[in-house]
């Protein structure tokens, strides 16, 4: 039996993980919001990106500061890459900020689409995975290449739902499911979520955790949707783990048939027997 | 009034070099060329007088905003107000006029040579004048000490120092280029026929010198993809004069990642490319 508080650590090069919910830092409306959403969403691995120190403003623009001391996961990102060298160029200085050696790798191809470059992607990873680093690799929802990047050494492969920012949701489940069923590396579902319902959607589908960021930082009223979706989380493995009913074209009744009371039937059946 | 680090020409009196114009008439031009500190000094004049264009001078100067000092007269120096006193070796002793004038006086200290601008330096003095560097009329019969001691001065003391003695438009490089960035100049002054002219050239001359020696002493980099001029030597020194010393951040210089124990010792050099990044909000 699966009960609500159970063990179930999500575990991701030997790191166990409480929450299954990983959130992004961009685009919170203010170091302040963003620190009650991250309490809120309860999540333990947190994205960055790298970018260069802003030399002509004196105002502190690093997220860093903002964070508490309560122990994080960086997830630093290689946004902004459009090819394998660039990529691991970002991880490299990402890694010397000395906050760990996890990294996001994210090479779009498409500005207007940001769909991650597949052929870099998989390179990109190879590479990081040899130089020991922990490769989260974000990547499109195919399921030969999320196994050739687990194959390259990826510690957990990160397929999109929809594009960034998209909100558009799970566009192709079936391929989702496909991807977790062959999976031997964690499938974290990245990019593309609109709200609590594609998260519950991607969970039952059996990925292993979501990440976020727009949805949340975008959100009318981001701490309430961090929450939302870190509950939807949660309802989502709880509800993969259970096991669901088979789907059927016609009802099923919940009650059973034996034993209906029909006094009334059997009063009118008297009668119609009665008036012949 | 003690800013005497930014200091570059200190104009002394000298009634004899200008004869038929009034005294203040000179200084008030050498102000309007620029100088920007001024010395009465008037060995052989009566005291009263000498009191009299003193506390001229002191409306003069006050005026122009630059401090103004008296040479050898403690009592005259309290008595209009001046900045400061102005002491040659034979006057009296640092220390009693440190007594007398208080820590906020200047007192300033003829020397010639390093001996006695240490011991100047030791003795609190605000600066030192370091002369004659040539042979001079205002100081008739003292040997020049020549630019060899104001290359000494330069390398050794760490107080403001001025270049005095002998010193002209003709020669004024070769002080400068001995490393002295504060000149003093009498009669190549005071004696020019035009006075503002004359402060003139002298602070254009210093002030190519202080170019030149900045251009030398900087290099070309790239910053994060902004071209500027540098006197950062190392890449801590960089991080340091952009106030980043204290932030998580990533360097990279000429493509190579630079740990932050390697600051100190990573040169950088012309044309150098340093990007600096750190993190900030993402997906």
């Known amino acids: ?276 | 009034m003690k800013r005497l680090n930014d200091c570059r020409l200190y104009v002394i009196t000298g009634e004899n070099y200008h004869p038929g114009r009034t005294m203040l008439d000179v200084m008030e031009q050498a102000l309007i060329g620029g100088a920007d500190i001024v010395q009465l000094r008037a060995k052989d004049t009566p005291k009263r007088e000498v009191l009299a264009q003193a506390y001229a001078l002191r409306e003069l100067t006050q005026r122009y905003e630059v401090p103004f000092i008296v040479n050898d007269h403690l009592d005259i120096a309290l008595a209009v107000g001046a900045d400061g006193v102005h002491l040659g070796q034979d006057d009296l002793p640092l220390a009693e006029a440190r007594r007398i004038l208080g820590p906020d006086k200047i007192i300033g200290i003829s020397t010639h040579g390093i001996k006695q601008a240490l011991e100047a330096e030791r003795g609190g003095a605000d600066y030192i004048g370091v002369g004659p560097v040539y042979p001079t009329g205002t100081k008739p019969g003292r040997t020049a000490v020549t630019t060899d001691y104001v290359r000494e001065a330069a390398e050794r003391v760490k107080l403001p120092f001025v270049a005095i003695g002998g010193i002209t438009l003709d020669n004024v490089n070769a002080v400068l280029d001995a490393g002295a960035a504060w000149i003093c100049a009498v009669s190549a002054i005071v004696g020019s026929e035009d006075v503002a002219g004359a402060c003139r050239s002298f602070l254009h001359h210093i002030r190519l010198k202080q170019i030149d020696s900045m251009i030398s002493s900087s290099r070309k980099v790239c910053v994060n993809g902004r071209e500027e001029r540098t006197t950062a030597r190392t890449v801590l020194e960089l991080v340091e004069q952009l106030n980043l010393r204290d932030k998580r951040i990533v360097v990279e210089l000429n493509g190579e990642i630079v740990p932050i124990e390697s600051w100190v010792s990573a040169p950088l050099t012309e044309g150098a490319v340093v990007e600096l990044v750190h993190f900030v909000g993402g997906g």
């Open chain 1, 1 to 276: 039996m699966i009960t609500a508080g159970h063990e179930d650590p999500l575990v991701i090069d030997g790191k166990k993980l409480s929450s299954r919910f990983f959130l992004g830092t961009g685009r919170f409306p203010s170091p302040a919001v963003l620190q009650m959403a991250l309490h809120a969403s309860g999540a333990e691995v947190i994205t960055f990106a790298v970018r260069r120190v802003n030399l002509a403003s004196v105002e502190d623009d690093s997220i860093l500061q903002h964070m508490t001391d309560r122990e994080l996961v960086f997830l630093p990102n290689t946004s902004g890459a459009s090819n394998a060298e660039e990529a691991i160029r970002i991880a490299r200085l990402a890694k010397a900020a000395g906050l760990g050696n996890w990294i996001k790798v994210e090479i779009s191809a498409n500005p207007r689409t940001l769909l991650p470059d597949p052929i870099e992607t998989l390179r990109a990873t190879e590479q990081l995975a040899k130089e020991n680093f922990v490769v989260l690799p974000y990547t499109s929802d195919d399921p030969i290449l999320c196994k050739r990047l687990e194959e390259a050494g990826a510690s957990a492969v990160m397929p999109g739902g929809a594009p960034i920012g998209s909100g558009l949701g799970i566009l192709n489940p079936y391929n989702i499911g496909l991807i977790v069923e062959d999976a031997k590396v964690p499938i974290i579902v990245d990019a593309g979520i609109g709200s609590a319902v594609d998260v519950v959607r991607a969970m039952e589908l059996g990925a292993d955790g979501i990440l976020v960021n727009t949805p949340v930082a975008k959100a009318n009223d981001p701490v309430a949707m961090a929450r939302a979706m870190r509950l939807a989380v949660e309802a989502g493995r709880l509800s993969y783990q259970a096991g669901r009913i088979p789907q059927r074209r016609y009802a099923s009744a919940s009650s059973v048939h034996e034993g209906i009371s029909m006094p009334m039937a059997a009063v009118a059946a008297a009668s119609q027997e009665g008036s012949h």
